[in-house]
C-alpha cells in the first residue's frame, strides 16, 4: 500500500471528510484530493501534520507495507463496532428509563385505585380533598417520581 492508500484509508478510518482534513492542514479540499489521487505528494511540513492528525509514524505513511490495509480495516472495524456498542447502550438505557417511568405511573394509578377504595368506605379523605384534588396530586408526585428516575437515570 502507497501514501495515496494510507492516506485515504487513515482519513476514512476516522470519519473525516476532504474538507474536515484540509481545514486540519491549512490547505485546500483539492490538494487532499490530488494526494488520495496519486497526482501529487504532500510538503514535508504537511506529511508531519497528517502523522500528527493520525497519531502515526512517518516511517508508517511513508513506506510500503502489505500489513497497512489489514491494520487500517481492522481500526475501522473496531471503531464500527464501539460505535454499534454505544447505539446498543443507549437504547437499552432508553428502554430501562421508559420502563422505570411506566413503573412509577403504575403505582401512582394504583395508589388513586385504593384511595377510592378507602374513600368508599370513609368520607374522610374527600373532605380534604374534595374532587379529584387527591388525583392530581398523586399524579404530580408519579410525574416528580419520574423526572427523578430520569435524571438518576442519566446520569449513571
Not at 487532499?32 to 500528527?52: F, M, N, T, Y
Not at 447502550?89 to 377504595?117: D, N, P, R, T, W
Request: one cysteine or more.
Amino acid at each position: 500500500m502507497d501514501l495515496t492508500e494510507k492516506l485515504l484509508n487513515l482519513r476514512k478510518a476516522n470519519g473525516l471528510t476532504q474538507e474536515q482534513l484540509a481545514e486540519q492542514l491549512g490547505v485546500s479540499r483539492q490538494s487532499v484530493s490530488k494526494w488520495e489521487s496519486g497526482q501529487a505528494v504532500p510538503e514535508l511540513d504537511k506529511i508531519i501534520a497528517i502523522c500528527d492528525i493520525f497519531h502515526i509514524s512517518a516511517d508508517y505513511l511513508l513506506k510500503p507495507s502489505d500489513m497497512d490495509i489489514l491494520s487500517v480495516k481492522t481500526e475501522m472495524l473496531e471503531k464500527q463496532q464501539k460505535s454499534l456498542e454505544d447505539t446498543i447502550h443507549k437504547k437499552e438505557k432508553k428502554k430501562h428509563i421508559i420502563l422505570g417511568c411506566i413503573s412509577i405511573y403504575l403505582i401512582a394509578f394504583a395508589v388513586i385505585m385504593l384511595i377510592e377504595q378507602i374513600s368508599w368506605e370513609n368520607d374522610f379523605l374527600w373532605n380534604i380533598f374534595p374532587g379529584l384534588t387527591l388525583h392530581i396530586i398523586v399524579l404530580f408526585v408519579a410525574t416528580a417520581g419520574a423526572i427523578i428516575f430520569y435524571m438518576k437515570s442519566n446520569k449513571a
